[in-house]
């Protein structure tokens, strides 16, 4: 896939994870510039789950399968909006813990996509 996709997404979803971290930290709830912070997090992982399609669809493989694929895939886009309802319905330093755990997952998962289509070769 887009090594450079895969290494921003990861690198904003470890950012996110960071700064909603520290927000746990200091006892604070998720503000509305976490929200934002998500949505911009959740954009890129949709941005990298259309570019995955394309990618599949003209004829180029993944190593380890198409279906394992797709399900990162999905699984990636979906961490973060639901990290971000779960905080909105914990509207205490644990919603802001919620949501850094949901970036730190999506920084794992984007290593597994990159292992998936052959990035790493054994």
């Not at 003209?58 to 399900?71: L, N, R, S, W």
């Not at 909006?81 to 984007?110: K, N, Y």
């Amino acid at each position: 896939m887009l090594d450079v996709l895969t290494i921003v997404v990861s690198a904003t979803a470890l950012l996110l994870a960071a700064w909603c971290g520290f927000a746990a930290f200091r006892d604070q709830p998720t503000k509305d510039w976490h929200f934002i912070g998500m949505a911009v997090v959740a954009v890129l992982a949709l941005v990298q789950l259309v570019v995955g399609v394309i990618k599949v669809s003209t004829g180029e493989k993944p190593v380890d399968g198409t279906t394992i694929f797709f399900a990162y895939l999905v699984g990636a886009a979906c961490t973060v909006p639901a990290a971000a309802f779960m905080s909105l319905t914990e509207r205490t330093r644990w919603g802001s813990a919620v949501v850094a755990a949901g970036g730190l997952i999506l920084a794992v998962l984007e290593v597994r996509l990159y292992d998936i289509w052959g990035g790493v070769s054994a």
